[in-house]
């Protein structure tokens, strides 16, 4: 008997929050997906290269042009859904962001989500986490060049996060804010900013729940010590 081959794509019903407009959008099956390792910033590497779950994470209306993740909150604030209608639907030409992506529609995708999100008065963090992806496209493509300027958009973001704590009730720890700080801006060759919060995260090791992350401080601290010392 022949086995049917399943795709690793399927279409998921959406509904958009601004517009209320329901679309589908293409996902893909988490089974489908294995991770060979990650980068030090968390970048995952994937088993299958042909397949990148980094392209579909933002949905894009196709009615109103409105973009998001998973990690956006229902709420509006006040004015912000006529902020988005004026910046963004007034200036959209109904187009569909379903099927399968390619490097310049994830990019641009992530790029719509980060105005919606900027205009709807997201978290700091939830950006954050939209310019860190899009740095990673660009590494995969190994354009070091536009990899670094979102790179250094997504530390600032960080930074932000961290001050004002909007990181709070979600998933990220301080320490994990924190570590990321340190990893991007040794990334982007901000010395002083990288081992001021590294040092951070591990003097946090008595308080912290997150072992893992200390231990990684510990380890890029030793090998930026091996890098300065081979210098």
Not at 43 to 60: A, M
Not at 126 to 139: P, S
Not at 160 to 183: C, K, L, N, P, W
């Amino acid at each position: 008997m022949r086995t049917v081959e399943v795709s690793p794509f399927y279409e998921k019903k959406m509904q958009c929050l601004q517009c209320k407009e329901h679309f589908p959008t293409t996902r893909i099956r988490s089974r489908q997906v294995r991770v060979a390792q990650h980068d030090s910033d968390f970048r995952p590497i994937y088993v299958n290269k042909e397949i990148n779950p980094l392209f579909y994470n933002v949905t894009v209306c196709p009615h109103c042009g409105f973009a998001s993740t998973d990690d956006f909150s229902p709420y509006f604030a006040p004015g912000t859904k006529e902020m988005i209608a004026q910046n963004i639907t007034a200036k959209w030409h109904s187009r569909s962001f379903g099927g399968i992506r390619t490097k310049e529609e994830a990019i641009e995708a992530y790029k719509l989500a980060y105005l919606s999100a900027n205009l709807k008065k997201e978290k700091h963090l939830t950006m954050a986490g939209m310019m860190l992806r899009i740095a990673w496209i660009f590494r995969e493509a190994e354009n070091e060049t536009e990899e670094k300027r979102y790179l250094t958009i997504s530390r600032n973001l960080y930074v932000h996060a961290f001050s004002e704590g909007d990181y709070v009730g979600t998933q990220m720890s301080e320490t994990r804010v924190q570590y990321m700080i340190a990893e991007l801006s040794w990334r982007i060759h901000d010395r002083e900013e990288a081992i001021r919060n590294f040092s951070r995260v591990i003097e946090s090791q008595k308080r912290s729940t997150e072992p893992n992350i200390i231990q990684l401080a510990k380890d890029r601290w030793q090998e930026i010590r091996g890098e300065e010392t081979n210098e």
